[in-house]
Each structure stands twice: as structure tokens, then as C-alpha cells.
């Protein structure tokens, strides 16, 4: 059974990076037929794509976050990872990894979610 | 303000049906497959529908999906309590070239 574990910091300051890393597990991340994304959740809000990125490096981001985002893949370590620059309290949020199948939205496997509070 | 407009908040009495709506437009619902998730609290979501009317295994039959034009549903028949929880539609947007989220349905079990 394909499992995802988001790791990282669950505080950052303001005006500074956040940093997340998904783990892969019971899969590899190189199947042809998936992407493998971000999605964040506000407290009491609802659901935000944040981007996806391929086993090939292959990334789409969220218009509306793409200045600020950048996904990247080592598939080696079957580990994917975001990283959001110049975050403020907006992006206080529970973040989860998901696999995305190609050109759908769907997201058959979570990560169980990771909150990340942006506070100084 | 999301891509995709759910209906409101439902309620319903134990064995009841009740419906719920998501309104898109030709770049996303129009063109492209919805899906459906269940959030229970304090817990990541999960898929529920898929390909429109489509059931993962493990996914009981009280549960359904249909799609029609820009808009799509999701009825869930013989309300259980454990049904209690949010739901959120969802789909690929041809403009965004990204999945795209209702804002999300709270169904509330009496």
C-alpha cells in the first residue's frame, strides 16, 4: 500500500522559507502515471493546490502561489519536496503531499498533513 | 473565492438522501472528469468518486456521483452519522493546467 509522510519545521518566521519533504513509501516515485503535488489547508478553509511535480522534474504550480514556489523531486530517496519563499501568516495551513494522477484531479494517496504555523 | 461553487451545507435525519452540487465552467467541469472527497475530522481526505460516478474499492454504494454540462453531484443515500464531514469536488482546470477545489460542503448528521 502506497504511504506519503510529510516532514518539516511546523513554525517559520515570517518573510522566510518554508521547507517540506514527502516521503514515498510501498511505491516508487518514478511511475510513469503520476505526478506527486502539494496541497494546503487553512484552518477552517477549504482545500489549495499548491503544485505537482513529475519523477522527471517536469512542475505545475498554482498561478496564484508560482512566484513564491518551488517543487523539486529526488528519486533516489523517493522523496519529494516544496519549498515556499517569503511566507506570511496567509500561509498558515496544515500542508499535505499527495500522488496525482496525470491530467485528473485525483488524489488516490495523502499524506496525513503537516500544520505549519507562520509566526514570529 | 473558489474555481468551483459548492451548494450549501446540507443536513439530514439518519436514512435520509441528500444532495450535494458543484458548479464549474467549459475549462474545468465542462471538459474534464470530477472527483469527489470526504474529509472527516481532524483527518487528511480521502477520494470518494472518481471519473465522475465512479466508487474506489471500499467506497459503500449509498454514495454516488453524476456530471452533467458545467455542473456535477454528489447524492449520499441512507444517512449514516459517521457520514457527518466535509466534502469537496474537484477537476482538472484547462486554463489553470491544475486540479482545481470546491470550496467544500459541511453535511451535518441530526
Known amino acids: 500500500q502506497l504511504q506519503l509522510q510529510e516532514s518539516g519545521p511546523g513554525l517559520v518566521k515570517p518573510s522566510e522559507t518554508l521547507s517540506l519533504t514527502c516521503t514515498v513509501s510501498g511505491g516508487s516515485i518514478t511511475s510513469s502515471d503520476y505526478y506527486w503535488g502539494w496541497i494546503r489547508q487553512p484552518p477552517g478553509k477549504g482545500l489549495e493546490w499548491i503544485g505537482s511535480i513529475y519523477y522527471s522534474g517536469s512542475t505545475d504550480y498554482n498561478p496564484s502561489l508560482k512566484s513564491r514556489v518551488t517543487i523539486s523531486v529526488d528519486t533516489p530517496k523517493n522523496q519529494f519536496s516544496l519549498r515556499l519563499r517569503s511566507v506570511t501568516a496567509a500561509d498558515t495551513a496544515r500542508y499535505y503531499c499527495a500522488r496525482l494522477l496525470v491530467g485528473a484531479a485525483e488524489f488516490a494517496f495523502w499524506g496525513q498533513g503537516t500544520l505549519v504555523t507562520v509566526s514570529s | 473565492q473558489s474555481v468551483l461553487t459548492q451548494s450549501p451545507s446540507p443536513s439530514g435525519t439518519p436514512g435520509q438522501r441528500v444532495t450535494i452540487s458543484c458548479s464549474g465552467s467549459?475549462?474545468?467541469?465542462?471538459?474534464?472528469?470530477v472527483y469527489w472527497y470526504q474529509q472527516l475530522p481532524g483527518t487528511a481526505p480521502k477520494l470518494l468518486i472518481y471519473?465522475?460516478?465512479q466508487r474506489p474499492s471500499g467506497v459503500p454504494d449509498r454514495f454516488s456521483g453524476s456530471k452533467s454540462g458545467t455542473s456535477a453531484s454528489l447524492a449520499i443515500s441512507g444517512l449514516r452519522s459517521e457520514d457527518e464531514a466535509d466534502y469537496y469536488c474537484?477537476?482538472?482546470?484547462?486554463?489553470?493546467?491544475?486540479?482545481?477545489f470546491g470550496g467544500g460542503t459541511k453535511l451535518t448528521v441530526l
Open positions: 471519473r465522475n460516478n
Open positions: 467549459s475549462s474545468n467541469i465542462g471538459s474534464n472528469d
Open positions: 474537484a477537476t482538472w482546470d484547462d486554463s489553470l493546467s491544475g486540479p482545481v
